[in-house]
């Protein structure tokens, strides 16, 4: 949502897909989705309006008076589109400038916010059709770069994710705020490694597109399996879970070491004969065995 809706025009086609294969390949799953797009009823849901401005304190303030009116739950305050209209600043123009946003997670909190929402789509160039020589999508023969999508931005988004949740972790309390994750989560397990990271929630837009709405509640079924599995109750008793097992690659030398010396330190073999069993002696032989 913004404020002039007629400064958002769309081009069709306005999506690229890139497939696992040779450059060009109809066949093969779909791993990456770039997007050039511009940005019943159920009163039990919540909604939230995901909002983008030009760089204008006054516009951001009347766009989130006007739709705040509309009786919406929360914001969300999209400051990264890729595609967001940057050459009028919109978007990726301010999300990706260190200036006007020096560490956007952790002065989004500073400033009041309640939550964070990571990532966005990442700018890209899907690739170049090797026959015509033009970029894809094509739009009349042209292209612009554009949002990247999908399972190939996974693990980028859980490596973001991660990094965020420790931050709240370290310097706010965390539990008094929410980070949503996104990025290639088309089933229950990518749902769950980001709930692990220490993700509240996570939202889907690109797997939906794809596979269609099914597939919500098929994602929904495979994470309380995998609850079901580990004998948890709720979403609190695994977030963040995984966080624990993230060191430095200082401290990784240090316990890849420690192992190696332990594990040498462990006797092998027989101190002496009259160690032999009955019953054991085909283990005993295997553990004099050097190959």
Request: glycine letters at 10%; one cysteine or more.
């Amino acid at each position: 949502v913004s404020l002039d809706a007629a400064k958002v025009i769309n081009v069709t086609p306005r999506y690229a897909k890139l497939r696992a294969g040779a450059n060009g390949s109809v066949k093969g799953q779909i791993i990456g989705w770039e997007n050039i797009e511009l940005i019943k009823e159920y009163p039990d849901r919540i909604l939230i309006a995901s909002i983008m401005e030009e760089y204008s304190k006054s516009g951001w303030e009347e766009l989130i008076d006007r739709v705040e009116q509309t009786g919406i739950d929360a914001f969300e305050i999209n400051f990264s589109c890729p595609h967001g209209m940057p050459e009028r600043k919109m978007g990726a123009a301010v999300g990706q400038d260190c200036v006007l946003l020096e560490e956007p997670a952790r002065v989004a909190l500073r400033s009041g916010c309640e939550g964070i929402a990571a990532i966005n789509t990442i700018m890209s160039v899907m690739g170049i059709n090797l026959k015509t020589l033009r970029p894809e999508p094509c739009v009349e023969g042209y292209s612009t770069p554009g949002g990247y999508s999908s399972k190939a931005v996974h693990p980028i988004a859980l490596g973001k994710v991660m990094n965020i949740a420790k931050m709240m972790k370290a310097e706010f309390n965390d539990d008094h705020y929410s980070l949503s994750g996104i990025g290639g989560v088309e089933t229950g397990g990518d749902a769950a490694e980001f709930i692990l990271l220490g993700a509240s929630t996570v939202q889907v837009c690109t797997g939906v597109m794809m596979h269609g709405y099914p597939m919500v509640k098929r994602l929904c079924e495979e994470l309380k399996e995998f609850m079901r599995t580990h004998d948890f109750s709720s979403i609190e008793d695994f977030r963040g879970a995984s966080l624990e097992y993230f060191t430095s690659h200082t401290d990784l030398v240090r316990r890849q070491q420690e192992a190696i010396r332990q594990r040498k330190a462990v006797r092998k073999g027989l101190k002496s004969d009259k160690e032999w069993t009955g019953d054991g002696f085909v283990e005993e032989t295997e553990s004099m065995v050097s190959n």
